[in-house]
């Protein structure tokens, strides 16, 4: 019987001439020939396979996640070189705009309000906030800006009808001590500012900065030479001293002693135009307002007021006559003057009668001209 081995063919024996005459390696070559001539389509992934190999887009909270990654590496890292650093500070600004643009929406979509949940969620989970504000001072202009919008928003977000940055902010008041603090260094000033309004749209952080020692800091603020500033901190403290009128009322109550001497004499009497402009239009809106009734009575009842509202009624200035009118109409319609006030209404009565006489706005206001009226007969009769 013949083995496979033994068995020997046609074919194999051609075979096995081909290679020893070499045709072999000719048909090879041949063969490669024909295949470079002809032109065959490139091999080609299917789409289901291009599939595979893409990136997963990020959620919401990757973004933060992320972000808050980038802003450890910013704080820690003050030393790693300047190429690798403009490389972070580069992605940490496209994640900041991205989480604005998640929470603004762009101009072709609006914000989702899942995707606004998430990244809300997420962001107040962990020290996100915290390092933002801390490492703000390190990022370019425009990212400030964007990190400002941003926090802004988050203010107003709600998870489960709860505002969660009132909660965050309740267990970390310490970032209100730096947003305060931030009108002393006029690279972040008004970043640290806007931030602050917003915050104080919570009416317990609103509260902790009134009856903190904070307070004080906003007489030095208001006059800082620096008017962008000035102007910030002035419409920083308008917001604490009108937005939440209880809470408003009870600090009056309680520091009257100190914040109205020094109301008087550091922005009413101040040198600075605007300053007494702002101050006075500010006291009208305080002393008008119903809920702060028992301040404004114990406050038109003191002649130190009454004489530097009377001062404010002679400056050249339209615009503070008009708002130290609404001011000192509340101490000649108070009906239980004390003595002294009488006397001080009495004793000039003449002069004041003849500055109301002639005391006209530009535009006409029956309101304004019917107070007037009031106001010079009441003085007149006494």
């Not at 005459?21 to 063969?31: D, Q």
């Not at 002035?234 to 917001?239: H, I």
């Not at 408003?248 to 600075?272: G, M």
Request: proline letters at 3%.
């Amino acid at each position: 019987m013949k083995t496979i081995k033994d068995e020997q063919t046609p074919e194999s024996e051609e075979l096995k001439r081909r290679r020893r005459s070499g045709g072999g390696w000719r048909l090879i070559k041949t063969l490669f020939k024909s295949c470079s001539g002809s032109k065959t389509k490139p091999l080609e992934r299917s789409d289901s396979m291009k599939g595979l190999f893409k990136s997963k887009p990020r959620t919401p909270a990757d973004v933060v996640r992320q972000t808050r990654e980038l802003l450890v590496f910013i704080d820690l890292n003050s030393n790693v070189s300047s190429t690798k650093r403009d490389e972070k500070m580069a992605e940490l600004s496209k994640n900041i705009r991205e989480m604005k643009s998640i929470l603004y929406g762009n101009g072709d979509a609006e914000p989702v309000a899942e995707a606004c949940c998430q990244l809300t969620q997420e962001f107040f989970k962990d020290k996100t906030f915290r390092l933002l504000i801390v490492c703000l001072p390190k990022l370019s202009l425009e990212t400030r800006k964007d990190a400002t919008q941003v926090v802004a928003n988050l203010q107003r977000q709600q998870v489960q009808s709860r505002l969660i940055a009132s909660d965050y902010l309740e267990a970390n008041k310490d970032l209100l001590d730096i947003l305060v603090l931030g009108y002393e260094d006029m690279d972040i000033a008004l970043f640290y500012g806007s931030m602050l309004r917003e915050c104080i749209r919570h009416q317990s952080i609103a509260r902790y900065v009134l009856e903190s020692d904070h307070m004080k800091k906003f007489f030095d603020y208001i006059q800082l030479p620096n008017f962008d500033i000035a102007s910030d901190a002035s419409a920083t403290f308008k917001e604490l001293m009108t937005r939440h009128k209880a809470t408003v009322a009870d600090f009056l109550t309680k520091n009257y002693d100190w914040f109205f001497p020094e109301f008087n004499q550091r922005l009413l009497s101040s040198t600075n135009y605007i300053t007494r402009r702002q101050a006075i239009k500010l006291l009208g809106d305080i002393l008008l307002d119903r809920s702060n009734s028992v301040v404004m009575m114990r406050y038109v009842s003191s002649k130190d007021n009454l004489m530097i509202l009377m001062n404010l009624l002679r400056e050249s200035s339209k615009n503070i006559q008009m708002e130290a009118f609404h001011v000192f109409k509340l101490f000649v319609a108070n009906r239980n003057k004390p003595p002294e006030i009488i006397t001080i209404l009495v004793t000039n009565k003449s002069k004041i009668l003849r500055l109301l006489d002639g005391f006209k706005l530009d535009k006409e206001d029956p309101q304004f001209e019917a107070d007037k009226e009031q106001v010079i007969t009441e003085i007149s009769s006494l």
